[in-house]
């Protein structure tokens, strides 16, 4: 069965620096594919970033960075000189196969707060 | 592009009567749609996926006949709860994935509020 662990609850950190979330996930096929999305208080999901599991290079989009570990099923996203903006919830995601039919299973989230 | 909407926003009903949500991809074709579900603080929990044409699939412990979905255009899928009750009062996020992407788009979602 599939699964995916976000183990932060919740985040606190300071306006410009770097912050990490963590996440890992258990699967069994070989082929697919891991999301994070943001949601702020307003409840809409936006779209992040993406990593294909046979990708080589780690996802990068903007400010946003997918750091893919894939032997130990970790894919931490780094968000690069935090904003205030960036305050919000956090979700890991993974789709398996690589198919864009397939569910979506999503991890508990982490609420992450940027202090001024 | 690949924006969703969702209709309505908000809404409040009595216990007992019948909601329906609307969820459109508003610049592309969707030949899936997903449902999911959220309460408060909670992760996204997926309810059923549309399938264009076809019966929806829903996942283990949603009553089907209590959350009606139909998928009759490429662009439009609807979720009706019927006979709500307090407890449905939750929010509900559809999403729309569209050919050659592994991206689903997520519509704003709908607040349902049961009294």
């Known amino acids: 069965a599939q699964k995916i662990t976000q183990t932060q609850p919740g985040m606190f950190v300071q306006e410009k620096e770097a912050v990490t979330l963590d996440c890992t996930y258990d699967?069994?096929?070989?082929?697919?594919?891991l999301f994070w999305y943001k949601q702020p208080s307003s409840g809409e999901m936006i779209f992040l970033i993406y990593?294909?599991?046979?990708?080589?290079q780690n996802a990068t989009e903007g400010r946003y960075s997918l750091n893919f570990q894939k032997a130990r099923k970790s894919a931490n996203l780094v968000i690069s000189a935090s904003q205030l903006g960036d305050s919000a919830m956090y979700f890991c995601?993974?789709?398996?196969?690589?198919?864009?039919?397939?569910?979506?299973?999503f991890g508990k989230g982490t609420r992450l707060h940027i202090l001024p | 592009g690949a924006v969703v909407s969702q209709h309505p926003s908000r809404v409040i009903c009595k216990s007992g009567t019948s909601v329906k949500i609307e969820c459109r991809s508003l610049d592309f074709q969707a030949t899936t749609m997903f449902w999911y579900r959220q309460f408060p603080k909670q992760s996204l929990m997926l309810m059923a996926t549309?399938?264009?044409?076809?019966?929806?699939?829903?996942e283990q412990g949603v009553e089907k006949d209590k959350f009606l979905i139909n998928h009759a255009s490429l662009t439009l899928s609807t979720l009706t709860v019927t006979s709500a009750h307090p407890e449905d009062s939750s929010f509900y996020i559809c999403?729309?994935?569209?050919?050659?992407?592994?991206?689903?788009?997520f519509g704003p979602g709908t607040r349902l509020t049961v009294t």
């Open positions: 699967t069994s096929d070989q082929s697919y594919g």
């Open positions: 549309s399938n264009e044409g076809s019966k929806a699939t829903y």
């Open positions: 995601a993974m789709s398996a196969p690589l198919n864009r039919d397939d569910k979506i299973i």
């Open positions: 990593q294909g599991s046979y990708d080589e």
């Open positions: 999403s729309a994935a569209r050919d050659s992407s592994y991206e689903q788009y």
